[in-house]
């Protein structure tokens, strides 16, 4: 459907409690696409400028850079000039400032460039204006308002003579704006967060615990060699499952495996209000995420839970450390005298276990120890089983990695149970297009190959593969910085 008939079938309306919100005014189903919407205007992380590219956001190691501010790069002289109409003044702005300013300088002064040039309404799908979203300037923190206050002081002084001046106020209003409704904009595979950009409809949609939609930026069709089919950056809201025609569509600005206060503590402090879902009413799965291993009736005494939720807390912080300063072994041994300990204690649902196993395998995999890391991906995706919503993203993310990892261990049943789970998950929250599910597909489709060949003949089976692991592994992940962490982020609102 074209996206004139997506922004009809929603309505902007009154929620309780919650301010202005987004309602359906049709029935959805799970997978359905209920809008899509590109961003006024994003902008790549500092930290990445020079890996990523700046009109199409792919992950390239050969960028050619803008000859005249040193700072922009792009894939090639066609996604230069396709950026271009945006580049232009902030390229000018750049060299005559000396310097580049910080992503959030960045975004603001290209949503305030557009706006200049086209108006408060750039497009006629948007249903709100810029002016009309919160700032929440009041409810900063002192710290969060120190920086804000640095940024529009850089930015005023990097903002051209030349454009359109502004107020301090409105200045400030756009800054507070991204600060609470920022999204991440991820790279072309959908594996890694690269940059931030503004989403005006999807600000209107309100946070669930466990919500009826997901957001997933989908890039188009990346895949081609001709860079003109690599389409703006558009995020994509999805049905996860039957919605009615009046409910209010919701997505979750943070991540479900976190216990109901420190979810609450995270949207107060992140988005300033208090979160009032059934989930965190009722304090849903808080007692499994935190509970004792029962087995045949018999389970641990309260303090031999605490005490071994205590210990799991102080390895972990370990781990943190030994895995930033990517010393792999030692994160590997802390995981493993931390599992041996508390495994026997903490139920297969408990969250610090969930983080150990899941740590575990993506190190392990990292170091090619597949088998062990098989073990703990199984385990972590168990869990996740449990706890998250059927159809959530990061689960079917955590089932792929797991599915990976099982191929490569030579564990093909698993392996193709995974992939099968994955790619259900993900035909509903990414689509068929997306290059994630393409890339499923592919996987299911060897990973059935092998399945059938091994329940033919175990022995070709294994000399075959031992050919092919040889040949070409089935890669998947950068060097574990924290994957898994990194994934979840892409489905939440960016902090």
Same mark, same amino acid.
């Given at each position: ?30 997978? !359905? ?83 200049? /040039? ?25 710290? !969060? ?12 002084d990097y903002w051209p003579r030349t454009s359109k001046q502004h107020t301090i106020d409105s200045i400030s209003h756009i ?117 004792? %291993?029962?087995? !045949?009736?018999? /389970? ?5 839970? /605490? ?40 139920? !297969? ?5 969930l983080r150990m196993w899941s740590t575990m395998s993506e190190v392990q995999a990292y170091l090619q120890n597949f088998e ?48 099968? %789970? ?32 091994? %329940? ?24 574990? %910085? ?14």
């Amino acid at each position: 459907c074209t996206d004139g008939a997506t922004m009809e079938s929603v309505a902007i309306f009154d929620s309780p409690g919650k301010g202005r919100g987004l309602k359906a005014t049709k029935e959805f189903w799970a997978g !359905d696409v209920i809008f899509s919407e590109a961003s006024i205007a994003a902008v790549v992380f500092d930290s990445l400028a020079e890996r990523i590219c700046h009109n199409c956001f792919r992950r390239q190691d050969k960028l050619q850079r803008c000859g005249q501010c040193k700072f922009a790069h792009y894939c090639d002289r066609t996604c230069q000039r396709a950026a271009w109409p945006e580049h232009k003044v902030e390229c000018g702005a750049i060299k005559a400032y000396g310097k580049v300013p910080n992503e959030n300088i960045r975004l603001v002064a290209r949503i305030m460039w557009r706006l200049d /040039k086209e108006g408060s309404v750039v497009s006629d799908m948007q249903l709100t204006t810029l002016d009309e979203l919160e700032d929440h300037i009041n409810d900063m923190q002192e710290e !969060d308002m120190k920086e804000l206050k640095v940024d529009v002081h850089n930015f005023l002084d990097y903002w051209p003579r030349t454009s359109k001046q502004h107020t301090i106020d409105s200045i400030s209003h756009i800054f507070g704006v991204i600060n609470c409704n920022g999204f991440s904009v991820s790279d072309q595979r959908g594996l890694q967060a690269v940059g931030v950009g503004l989403f005006p409809n999807l600000c209107l949609v309100n946070h669930d615990c466990w919500p009826n939609c997901t957001v997933i930026l989908n890039h188009g069709n990346q895949s081609a060699v001709n860079t003109v089919f690599h389409s703006q950056r558009r995020i994509e809201l999805r049905a996860l499952g039957k919605i009615s025609d009046g409910e209010e569509l919701t997505v979750s600005y943070v991540d479900y495996l976190n216990l109901s206060e420190e979810r609450q503590r995270l949207l107060k402090t992140q988005y300033f209000f208090d979160c009032t879902c059934d989930h965190c009413k009722n304090k849903t799965h808080d007692d499994v995420k935190m509970g004792g %291993k029962e087995e !045949d009736g018999a /389970k641990p005494s309260e303090e031999q839970v /605490k005490e071994a939720t205590d210990y799991c807390f102080q390895m972990m912080e370990k781990m943190d450390k030994a895995r930033l300063d990517g010393d792999y072994h030692e994160v590997v041994k802390i995981c493993r005298q931390c599992i041996e300990k508390t495994e026997p204690i903490l139920a !297969d649902t408990h969250i610090y276990l969930l983080r150990m196993w899941s740590t575990m395998s993506e190190v392990q995999a990292y170091l090619q120890n597949f088998e062990e890391a098989a073990e703990y991906a199984r385990k972590m995706v168990e869990g996740y089983m449990k706890l998250y919503n059927p159809n959530n993203a990061a689960l079917g993310m955590a089932a792929m990695r797991a599915g990976v990892t099982h191929w490569q261990a030579g564990l093909i049943e698993v392996a193709h149970g995974m992939i099968c %789970k994955a790619y259900a998950i993900l035909m509903v929250t990414h689509g068929p297009t997306h290059p994630i599910t393409k890339d499923l597909e592919a996987m299911r489709m060897q990973t059935e190959m092998e399945l059938r060949m091994f %329940k033919q003949n175990e022995y070709v089976y294994h000399s075959m593969r031992e050919a092919a692991l040889k040949n070409k592994p089935m890669t998947m992940m950068h060097e574990p %910085k924290s994957v898994e962490e990194g994934i979840k982020n892409l489905f939440h609102r960016r902090k």
